[in-house]
């Protein structure tokens, strides 16, 4: 009897440890996700500092960030000249300001990316690079239906050859500017005669004007500086129409 029990004990002994073995052997094996960061070797596009020089034309973009102070008037005034413009914007821009988003789009001007949250890119990782990218452009599919692909700009024009290397591999191209209008340094007292002056003494064919939303002196020189440009014979396009 004492046998028995004993070989009984056994065979559980070994089927018990056989279970406890298949298991051990066969548990699926966490792994966490590594990002290797290699060096871009293929050919990055030149980056746009420039439209067609060839014809009397000017693009004119914006930058969006944060504030939304000439967003409105600037539509307007765009509206009335019958001028088609690019908007560089935020993925946190394009959050908060749909209205303002699907108005661009419904009025023909061209939307492209500058990044989520407007950091310095060359303080970035690679996988910090193309998170800033790829989230304002889920952002802008999410509420548009349309890629910002594939120009980019990226905030305070900061970037190096690996930004523009990293930039270039998810599909964008850097756009740069011929003219930067100073709107920008509202705070800093220039005034928006000096503005315009920036704009119109370097005005020339293919010109590329950088200028911004989140500011009042926009609003309040777009007007004449556009009535300006006409009539030197300048026509105003976007950089889609304008390349």
Not at 202 to 219: C, K, R, V
């Amino acid at each position: 009897m004492h046998h028995r029990r004993g070989i009984t004990a056994l065979i559980l002994l070994v089927i018990i440890s056989g279970v406890y073995l298949y298991f051990h052997l066969h548990k699926p094996q966490i792994i966490e996700p590594v990002v290797i960061q290699v060096p871009f070797n293929g050919k990055v596009p030149s980056e746009i500092s420039h439209g067609d020089t060839t014809k009397k034309q000017i693009i004119f973009t914006f930058d969006a960030g944060e504030g939304t102070q000439s967003a409105s008037s600037t539509l307007e005034i765009l509206r009335r000249h019958h001028v088609k413009a690019t908007f560089f914007i935020t993925g946190k821009w394009v959050s908060r300001n749909k209205n303002f988003i699907h108005r661009m789009r419904a009025e023909g001007h061209d939307i492209f990316n500058h990044t989520f949250s407007h950091p310095h890119l060359t303080e970035l990782t690679d996988p910090e690079i193309i998170k800033e990218l790829n989230n304002t452009d889920s952002e802008m599919m999410d509420v548009t239906g349309s890629s910002t692909k594939p120009f980019f700009r990226p905030p305070y024009g900061d970037r190096d050859d690996h930004v523009l290397a990293i930039a270039a591999k998810q599909g964008f191209r850097s756009v740069y500017w011929t003219v930067d209008a100073h709107d920008w340094m509202e705070n800093d007292g220039i005034t928006k005669e000096e503005v315009k002056s920036r704009i119109l003494d370097n005005a020339s064919p293919g010109a590329i004007i950088l200028m911004h939303l989140g500011d009042s002196i926009t609003e309040n020189v777009l007007d004449d500086t556009l009535t300006s440009l006409e009539q030197r014979g300048y026509r105003m396009v976007s950089l889609t129409q304008g390349l």
